[in-house]
C-alpha cells in the first residue's frame, strides 16, 4: 500500500514538473534568439581558419602572400571579409585586396586593382573565406559575385522540420 502512495505521489510529482515547463514554454517570445558561444581552439582543432572579430595576419601557402580574415561588422555591410597583402605591405592599405563573403570588394578606394587582378591573391582570398575555387569574386567592371537562387521552403511531414535549397542562377 506505501509502494502505491509512493508511486502516485512521483506520478504527480512528474506531471505537475511537466506542467510547469509547459507554461514556461509559454511565456517565450514566438522567435528565440540562441547564441552560442564556441573558443577559437575548438575551429583550429577542427582545421577551420575562422576570424570571428578583428583579425590577425596570417602567411598564405605563397611566400610573400598574406591574409587577414576579418569577422561581419553590422555597422558596415555585416559580412565577413578578407584582405590579401605581400608581406611587406600589409600596413598600407592602398596596397592590398580585399573581398566580402558575397564576392564584393570591401575597401573600393583603396582596392589595389593590379595586385587584385592575380590569380594567386584572389585564391588566397578564396580559401580564407572558405568559398569555391571557382566563386566570382569582383574586379573593375564586373558586376560582383556569382548569384544565387533560394527555391521555395518546404517542411517535413509532421513541420518540424523546414528545407530551404539554395542554387546558383
Known sequence: MLFRRKR???ELAEELEAERRARELEDLPDELEISILIDTEVFERLGLDIALEGG??????????????????PRYNGLRHVAVAKSEHRRAKNQQASWTTKGSRHDRKTFNEKFGSQAKVREVARKALGLAPDFALESEGSSGASRWIAETPTTS???????????AA
Open 8 to 10: 502516485k505521489f512521483f
Open 56 to 73: 590577425e595576419w596570417r602567411p598564405s601557402k605563397y611566400k610573400t602572400l598574406w591574409y587577414r580574415v576579418d569577422g561581419a561588422d
Open 157 to 167: 511531414e509532421d513541420g518540424s522540420i523546414a528545407y530551404l535549397r539554395i542554387r
